[in-house]
T-cell receptor, first 120, second 111 residues
């Protein structure tokens, strides 16, 4: 598997400010990471696919200018929520895929512990 | 749009009982993962199944992938309070490594 960390684990910010969330792959060089958001008592919703060295691929309905993703190295992807508003409050989770290195289970994902964002 | 329907959505049972959670789709998946998530934490991988008809056992948990690779089930024997959590199935697609997540089953095992 892969060990994934996220920082911070929780953050409270004022409306209109920007918040950066880091996702690190601690023991695997990940060319592909994913960002999800999860509302209370709901399943995970994929926001975007983060590709090392190239632009992220956003899912339909996710504003790329609102949720900026930077995957500058094989071990770090960041998600910046720009001009945050109360409706952006959510649990944000990143994941790593081993891709071809995972063999038959190449699309298995390993998740970080999540970041809870609260926008006042 | 590919969808994975999980049932039941919520299950409250007594310790020692057995239960089965179902994950169904009209789409064929290259693999099927099951995750368990506890409040305030990220999902933790339980198992990955890749072959139609495959059955995997993990202690008291038995996972099955349908012959046509469109559905899966998770059976828990003699449930314990520690099994409480949100169970998520997720279907894998070959080329993109993206996962399609099911709607989730919230399990509560009462002591």
């Amino acid at each position: 598997g892969a060990v994934v960390s996220q920082h911070p684990s929780w953050v409270i910010c004022k409306s209109g400010t920007s918040v950066k969330i880091e996702c690190r792959s601690l023991d695997f060089q990940a060319t592909t990471m994913f960002w999800y958001r999860q509302f209370p008592k709901q399943s995970l919703m994929l926001m975007a696919t983060s590709n090392e060295g190239s632009k992220a691929t956003y899912e339909q309905g996710v504003e790329k200018d609102k949720f900026l993703i930077n995957h500058a190295s094989l071990t770090l992807s960041t998600l910046t929520v720009t001009s945050a508003h109360p409706e952006d409050s959510s649990f944000y989770i990143c994941s790593v895929t081993l891709g071809l290195a995972g063999g038959h289970a190449g699309d298995t994902q390993y998740f970080g512990p999540g970041t809870r964002l609260t926008v006042l | 749009t590919q969808l994975l329907e999980q049932s039941p959505q919520f299950l409250s049972i007594q310790e020692g009982e057995n239960l089965t959670v179902y994950c169904n789709s009209s789409s064929v998946f290259s693999s099927l993962q099951w995750y368990r998530q506890e409040p305030g934490e990220g999902p933790v991988l339980l198992v990955t199944v890749v072959t139609g008809g495959e059955v995997k056992k993990l202690k008291r948990l038995t996972f099955q992938f349908g012959d046509a690779r469109k559905d899966s089930s998770l059976h828990i024997t003699a449930a314990q309070p520690g099994d409480t959590g949100l169970y998520l199935c997720a279907g894998g697609m070959d080329s993109s490594y993206k996962l399609i997540f099911g709607s989730g089953t919230r399990l509560l095992v009462r002591p």
